[in-house]
């Protein structure tokens, strides 16, 4: 709804999208206000809108994916009596979800298209897109921590078994004093003296890896841009977010050095373990990026189970249209109506709603 009075401010209150198109009366009732005061303004507003919208949808995907991911890996390290180490947790959270929260916004498409987004969170196709890429983050680190206990190098205690004994002098099983590997969970003195649990295995080490390098492909995944934004490779920011984090996750990945593994409570694990890491990252993400085009943003796909499973929907104009559609009386053709007409005394103009409510009142008087 456009309107540049104060008559008009009803209605661009109850509006799904009022424009006033002055700064007078009419801009204090609507939520939006242009500068020009013409309708060109509205396709202006839809794009945005629209860009708004999906950018809010991905945000929200983004983040519930994130949360579950990391629940999947914590679910499974307990079973092994472990967890995510403290800086692995803090470098999920600051370093990898919180700038790409900071940096994810797209521009709107300066082409609009003849079609709207899901205007609901509990759509079909946003609901599948999330329960698919849950499926797709728990295959992915099931994969990475069954497939770890069966090397040949696997072992629960020694944390040697991997590596040459120069490039592990940071990691738990070092043989102590006594001749014996130090356990998964042994607590150590801390820097300060204080006592400090450690949660190195090699389960931790690959299902942290995999879900943390996870996290940045869903978030490449979830940034579609056309054709209700523009490309991704436009956001510079995010781009370059992107590339540094994958960078450092990367680095982390085929690095072994012994103060940033015993930091970040890695442990080093032979290369062609590393490449199969990777391999099952960009399988996953294959097929994560596949479903997500074929599937999810496939709208002749969508239309046709509509059409097969009968579905309408429920907004109040749709359901006027279809019962204006079943009207056999709609449009009267053929046919000519006239008002009733109100006799008017020679003493001037009669209001009948006011005189018959005078009337009322003056029947309650005793």
């Known amino acids: 709804m456009c309107g540049d009075g104060a008559n008009d401010c009803g209605a661009l209150k109850v509006a799904h999208a009022g424009i006033s198109l002055s700064e007078q009366e009419a801009s204090v009732a609507s939520p939006f206000t242009s500068r020009i ?4 303004c509205v396709p202006e507003l839809i794009r945005q809108g629209r860009a708004a919208l999906v950018t809010s949808f991905c945000m929200f995907k983004y983040m519930a994916l994130y949360s579950i991911i990391q629940y999947l890996g ?19 959270d600051l370093a990898i979800t919180t700038l790409i929260g900071m ?51 696997y072992s629960v205690d020694n944390m040697l078994s991997a590596c040459a004994p120069g490039n592990a002098s940071h990691v738990l099983g070092h043989p102590d004093s006594a001749g014996q590997p130090q356990g998964m969970n042994e607590t150590r003195s801390g820097p300060g003296g204080e006592e400090d649990s450690s949660y190195q295995s090699y389960e931790n080490t690959s299902v942290w890896l995999l879900s943390t390098i996870n996290c940045l492909l869903v978030a490449v995944v979830f940034s579609k841009g056309t ?73 002749a796909l969508w239309s046709y189970l ?22 056999p009386a709609w449009p009267p053709l053929g046919k000519m109506d006239f008002a009733e007409s109100v006799a008017l005394p020679l003493g001037g103009y009669a209001n009948p709603a006011f005189e018959g409510h005078e009337e009322a009142r003056s029947g309650l008087q005793p």
Not at 37 to 40: G, L, S, W
Not at 78 to 91: A, D
Not at 115 to 134: D, G
Not at 276 to 294: G, R
């Open 74 to 92: 914590i679910l499974l390290l307990y079973w092994q009596l472990s967890t995510f180490g403290n800086y692995q947790f803090l470098f999920q």
């Open 37 to 40: 005061p013409n309708v060109e």
């Open 306 to 327: 509509k059409r097969s499973l009968g579905y309408q929907s429920r907004s109040s104009y749709q359901r006027l249209r279809r019962a204006v559609e079943r009207d």
């Open 227 to 299: 054709p209700f934004r523009q490309p991704v490779y436009k956001n510079y920011v995010f781009v370059l977010v992107l590339v540094i984090q994958l960078a450092v996750c990367l680095f982390l990945l085929f690095a072994s050095l012994d103060d940033l593994y015993a930091r970040m409570e890695l442990v080093c694990t032979p290369l062609a373990w590393r490449i199969a890491l990777l391999v099952m990252l960009m399988i996953t993400f294959a097929v994560s990026s596949t479903v997500e085009e074929v599937v999810i943003e496939n709208r």
């Open 103 to 153: 940096t994810m916004s797209l521009k709107y498409h300066p082409k609009l298209v003849p079609f709207r987004p899901a205007a609901r969170l509990t759509s079909p196709p946003l609901l599948l897109s999330v329960v698919l890429n849950i499926l797709f983050s728990l295959a992915l680190q099931i994969c990475g921590f069954v497939l770890v206990q069966q090397q040949p190098w």
